[in-house]
């Protein structure tokens, strides 16, 4: 009997320890469903979170290459945040961590987004602006265009005005040239005469030079209509038997210009006389207190730069 008692004491003992033990390991079956579940709670925010913000990030793409890298870029960023959390969650189990770190995913994801809308924005704004300035170098080069054409319409212009202008000059300078010829006072009758100047001032000619104190040119002027001078200026040109005008400027000897072929002329002695479109005899003396070379003597009369007449007188 007291055997029979202790088996029954032992095996008693033992069936309320395994009901003990069932009980504890019924609770923590329990328990490790719970963080299971619970854990499982916590996946599935995380990947809604995650797939909410990349979606949203994938419908931001567009046909701009630099924003779809950033995108990219930013995507891979919550993915690593991502793994982090995965990590707390199963790794760890530091649940109250990883719903931490899914608030900071998913304001990540808010400031990515709000990154996104605003390159958006300032792309759209610099479309716009690029379109405007399109526009504008559009109507500034239809604008430079139409300057250009009117700059060479002008300039068509400019040079058939100077064409023009210059053809005017031409027909002016040659009318000009045509008065001036027509108005040239023409002379005849040009004779030379040496004189001796005695000393009372009485005259006597003389044929042989050196005799011979002044030279007289006389000639008569011709009728002439056309010009409007009451007074006629005549330039006297004398040149020697060695071909050299004579000339003393103390004396009125100067140059006059040649309006025939442009050459400078120099003169003897030049004189004015009040002229009445009509014939008049006029004599200009000659007097260089030198004396004269024997020989022939070249004699041209000048008006208006043009040569009015010319004559050879001798002196023996």
């Given amino acids: 009997m007291p055997i029979m008692a202790i088996a029954l004491l032992v095996m008693a003992s033992i069936a309320g320890y395994l009901a003990f033990d069932r009980s504890q390991l019924a609770e923590s079956n329990s328990h490790f469903r719970e963080m299971v579940k619970e854990a499982e709670v ?7 979170s995650y797939d909410e913000v990349n979606e949203r990030l994938d419908n931001m793409k567009s046909d701009n290459v630099e924003l779809n890298a950033l995108i990219e870029e930013q995507k891979a960023q919550l993915s690593k945040q991502k793994d982090k959390v995965n ?3 199963w790794t760890k189990k530091a649940w109250q961590e990883a719903k931490n770190e899914i608030a900071a995913l998913e304001e990540m994801g808010a400031k990515y987004l709000e990154e996104i809308a605003t390159l958006k924005d300032e792309n759209a704004r610099l479309a716009d602006d690029n379109v405007s300035l399109k526009q504008e170098r559009n ?6 265009a139409r300057t250009v054409e009117e700059n060479e319409e002008l300039a068509a212009k400019k040079v058939e005005l100077e064409n023009y202008t210059s053809e005017l000059s031409k027909e002016r300078d040659f009318l000009s040239e045509k008065v001036d010829i027509a108005s040239v006072v023409k002379v005849d009758d040009i004779i030379g005469t040496g004189y001796k100047v005695g000393k009372k001032g009485n005259l006597a000619k ?9 030279v007289s040119i006389c000639f008569t002027t011709d009728v002439n209509l056309v010009t409007d001078n009451e007074e006629e200026e005549f330039y006297l040109r004398i040149i020697d038997p060695l071909g050299e005008t004579m000339a003393i400027e103390d004396l009125g000897s100067g140059v006059l210009f040649d309006a025939q072929d442009g050459t400078s002329v120099r003169y003897t002695t030049s004189g004015a006389i009040d002229y009445a479109n009509n014939e008049q005899k006029v004599c200009m003396d000659w007097q260089p207190n ?4 024997k020989g022939t003597y070249e004699v041209e009369i000048y008006n208006k730069g043009y040569k009015a007449g010319n004559t050879q007188f001798q002196l023996k």
């Fill in 42 to 48: 916590i996946q599935a925010d995380l990947q809604i």
């Fill in 87 to 89: 990590s707390l969650i």
């Fill in 139 to 144: 109507v500034l080069s239809e604008r430079v």
């Fill in 206 to 214: 003389r044929r042989y030079a050196k005799y011979v104190d002044k």
């Fill in 290 to 293: 030198m004396r004269w070379a």
